[in-house]
């Protein structure tokens, strides 16, 4: 049984900044893309950034230059680093994952097989 864990949101002011972590326990990402996602009351869920085990990544246009994911694959934790964040940032924000890469596909909710519980971020 795969579990997501993710950790460390929380509520900040607009322009500050957050880590987010997702334990991905026993679940080995070798060959494996993960992605974080998120979603906010009345929208759909939308892929936010994603990594692939080859090192390639991909984020939304609205979070680039202020948002990096990164991976640390001895401890199987994948991380995403929020700055200056914006009101617009709210939203409960999942980490994924699936077997393979999808490419250009990778903010297709619906490709990815193992979700966590989500973490909340909230920006005032």
């Known amino acids: 049984h795969v579990q997501l864990v993710e950790s460390g949101g929380g509520s900040v002011q607009a322009g500050g900044s957050l880590s987010l972590s997702c334990a991905a326990g026993r679940y080995t990402y070798k060959r494996n893309c993960m992605g974080w996602f998120r979603q906010s009351p009345g929208k759909e869920r939308e892929g936010v950034a994603r990594s692939h085990s080859d090192g390639g990544t991909s984020y939304a246009d609205s979070v680039k230059g202020r948002f990096t994911i990164s991976k640390d694959n001895a401890e199987n934790t994948l991380y995403l680093q929020m700055n200056n964040l914006k009101p617009g940032d709210t939203a409960m924000y999942y980490c994924?994952?699936?077997?393979?890469?999808?490419?250009?596909?990778?903010?297709?909710?619906?490709?990815?097989?193992?979700w966590g519980q989500g973490t909340q971020v909230t920006v005032s």
């Open positions: 994924a994952a699936r077997t393979l890469s999808v490419g250009a596909l990778w903010a297709n909710t619906a490709l990815y097989t193992y």
